[in-house]
Every structure is written in structure tokens, then in C-alpha cells.
């Protein structure tokens, strides 16, 4: 059964991802800070590196993605949350569907 979160702490909370201490404690930090930790975490078990993965060209597109998964949790429609991000409603659905950002809140 199909069924759709529209909170992306709740979809992780239910995947046992993060708990509510893990969130007291991404909430102390800014979002330079987490990307930081994300990337140095990634890198730890690989000596450091990468290799195969442009992080300086692929960051727009990072960013972008959780920005649009960002505006469909604190959004109550998706005219309200191309509003917030300010995109006219159908360039915000082309970039849904570009992003496929609906697809990551379906819960199978």
C-alpha cells in the first residue's frame, strides 16, 4: 500500500533514521555545518576522496533538491510552496518532476 508523507523528518523518523535526539542536535547546527559533516563522513572509509563524484558541480542540484522537499513539508499546497520558493506554480512542477521530489515521499 501506497501512502504519501509530505514531512521529511517524519519519513526518516519512520525509516529509524533520526530520532528526536538526533534532531535536538542537527537543529544546533547551520547548514554549512551539516554539509560538512555529510561530506567528511562520506569521505572517512574512502582515504578521503571521492573520486567520481564532481561535489563542486553537482552542488546546485543537491541544494535545489532539498529545497524542494523543504517547501512540500511546510507547505499546505503546492501553489503555497511555489510561492515560498518564488516560482510560478508550473515551473515549481516542472522542477518536481525534473527532481523527482514527490517520488521520495511515497512510501511503499
Known amino acids: 500500500m501506497k501512502t504519501n508523507i509530505t514531512s521529511t523528518i517524519t519519513k526518516l523518523k519512520d525509516l529509524n533514521k533520526v530520532n528526536d535526539q538526533a534532531l535536538v542536535c542537527i537543529s544546533s547546527l547551520t547548514i554549512e555545518e551539516l554539509i ?11 582515504n578521503n576522496r571521492l573520486y567520481g563524484f564532481d561535489i563542486w558541480r553537482r552542488t546546485p542540484y543537491i541544494v535545489r533538491d532539498g529545497i524542494l522537499k523543504f517547501s512540500l513539508s511546510s507547505s499546505k ?8 520558493l518564488g516560482l510560478s506554480y508550473a515551473e515549481y512542477m516542472k522542477h518536481l518532476k525534473n527532481y523527482k521530489t514527490r517520488e521520495y515521499f511515497i512510501n511503499d
Open 77 to 84: 499546497s503546492k501553489k503555497d510552496a511555489a510561492r515560498l
Open 36 to 46: 560538512a559533516i555529510k561530506l567528511e563522513l562520506a569521505s572517512q572509509n574512502i
